[in-house]
């Protein structure tokens, strides 16, 4: 959640940030002794944080001549990243997108093995979004390690292979994300029937849980084995028999909810939606 230490943790890698206790290395040394740091770790932290006047050629340039990069190395990630027609154009007429690419052209400049982004998709319309998503994939691909903060449950689904959930500056979960999800939710079964109630009553009767979520719909927690041989045997008939997964939404909002920073109140909440159906 907001404010749970993403940014700064992220600070603190870098040397931004300075611990209170502990310390962070990155290849077994702080990022201050490193003595090319950009061809050890490349990172995206702010995609404002640029001079404005500058070319993103120049801004390129710059930086790889602080760390002895090769300037054709500067062409090979405007080439990369797409920028190589607006190379030439100042940084501070780029587009939120534009900027993004050119933050992540200069994280690859020292071709790195580790590469910190801090929410690269804030702010990107969908194919920005996409773009960053499969380079991401691409580079870790590659061998690299991708360090990504974010908060986009839907993005982190679809672009993560592990997991670590934070909040107020301790570790809620970790590892790969299916693992994640499965220790915080559990997994549904819907069930569609024309005799739903008769349904419900003979699961009952075997204690079994099941809840009406819809004409003639079922939802429980046992499986579609149990469900479907129970309704074969009694002379059921079953119109839908679905295993609903758990989302990595749904996980985050049940490991981050003591955690959050700001917490609406559920009857202030059906208050508001009761207001804007009778409005």
């Known amino acids: 959640p907001n404010g749970a230490g993403k940014s700064t943790t992220m600070r603190m890698i870098m040397g931004l940030d300075k611990p209170?206790?502990?310390k962070v290395t990155i290849n077994g040394r702080p990022y201050r002794q490193l003595s090319a740091p950009l061809c050890e770790v490349g990172a995206l932290l702010d995609a404002k944080g640029l001079h404005g006047s500058r070319s993103a050629r120049n801004?390129?340039?710059?930086?790889?001549?602080?760390?002895?990069?090769?300037?054709?190395?500067v062409d090979e990630v405007l080439e990369i990243t797409g920028l190589t027609s607006v190379a030439k154009k100042r940084v501070k007429g780029f587009s939120l997108g534009m900027g993004q690419r050119l933050g992540i052209a200069a994280a690859l400049l020292g071709d790195p093995g580790v590469l910190l982004f801090d929410e690269p998709v804030n702010g990107l319309d969908p194919e920005g979004v996409k773009w960053v998503r499969e380079t991401c994939r691409r580079l870790a691909g590659e061998g690299r390690t991708v360090f990504i903060s974010s908060h986009l449950m839907s993005e982190m689904a679809q672009t993560a292979d592990q997991l670590l959930v934070i909040g107020r500056g301790r570790i809620l979960s970790s590892g790969p994300?299916?693992?994640?999800?499965?220790?915080?939710?559990?997994?549904?079964?819907?069930?569609a029937s024309p005799q739903a109630t008769q349904l419900a009553e003979?699961?009952?009767?075997?204690?079994?849980a099941a809840r009406p979520v819809g004409p003639s719909v079922l939802e429980t927690t046992d499986t579609t084995a149990t469900i479907g041989e129970l309704a074969a045997q009694a002379g059921i008939v079953l119109h839908e028999l679905t295993t609903i997964r758990a989302s990595l939404e749904e996980a985050y909002l049940t490991l981050t909810s003591d955690s959050v920073e700001y917490r609406t109140d559920p009857a202030?909440?059906?208050?508001?939606?009761h207001h804007g159906q009778a409005a």
């Open 20 to 22: 209170t206790s502990g």
């Open 268 to 273: 202030h909440q059906d208050a508001l939606q």
């Open 177 to 191: 994300v299916d693992d994640v999800i499965a220790s915080a939710t559990t997994d549904r079964v819907r069930v």
């Open 202 to 208: 003979l699961m009952a009767s075997r204690k079994l």
């Open 59 to 73: 801004h390129l340039r710059q930086l790889a001549a602080s760390n002895g990069i090769p300037a054709k190395r």
